[in-house]
């Protein structure tokens, strides 16, 4: 690859990604910012998830976009690294304004150009396009290249998450699509997933009991392969044809994700990487403890 076409990954710590492949693939993450009566706080940076579970049992957080220092200062540093392009890849636009903000701020970067997509995910949703893309830059993708790649990843990726209660998202106000339910006392989980038109969440399906959860997220990833127009089907003999990565993401639960992880690759067994994710203080803000998250991302 000439010098020219050096080109840097940015994400949001939304986005998920473990601290190691961030760093192997050199990925650069703006930290979400995250507000409590005690101060403010940048996720992943200074505040963890286990202390957003901890807060929430006496107030609930707020969360704010990467500041407007944070995203210019990491243009500033990956200038200072060489980098001529950069890949911005980001929170749903339907969850969250950092999309919109950090197109705004790029505008004002000089030397480098820099294009920033909407992932229309959440969580290893993002993360899982972001390794992808910094892959295929290692192996040597153009900009152009990688412009066109990456619009095919965000196409296809489909990332399903149960959680325990839908306290947090009602009240942090980014209920979205999903459909309010008084299910605490029958025990209903709801399964959630993101719009692949306006990345905001909806109700995918709903189970009664946590027993269920593992089934329900593996079925509904084995209907979005039957779905996909590229002739992948749920049947694990048609999949064989298909080059795919697994994704699966906790909150909390990492005993239910092993089984689920376990599950996962016995039904789709010709994966060719699995990401795994731990949800992140500022995503804990609005889906609280107890997630589980599985998906899978096509890659042609």
Known sequence: MSTSEKIAIVTDSCADVPRDLAEQYSIFVLPM????????????????????YEIQKKELPKT???????VMDTFEEIKRQGYTKVMVILLSGGLSGTVNNVRLLS?????????VYDSKQASIGIGVIAL??????????????LKEAVEKLIAGTKVFFSIDTLEFLQKGGRIGKVTAMAGTLLQIKPILSFDETDGEIYTAAKVRGKHLVE??????????CALKQDGCGHDSSRLESCRYNLVIADGGAPEERKKLEQRMMEAFPNYEEIYHANIGAALSVYLGKGLLGAGIQFLE
Do not use: R
């Open 132 to 145: 992808q893309a910094a892959k295929y830059v290692q192996e040597g993708y153009s900009f152009e290249q």
């Open 107 to 115: 505008q004002n970067v000089k030397e480098l150009e820099v294009v």
């Open 33 to 52: 910012v995250i507000m409590t009566t005690q101060g403010e706080f940048s996720d992943g940076v200074d505040i963890t998830a286990t202390e957003i």
């Open 215 to 224: 089934s329900k997220l593996v079925q509904l990833v084995q209907e979005s």
């Open 64 to 70: 704010g976009c990467p500041t407007g220092a944070a």
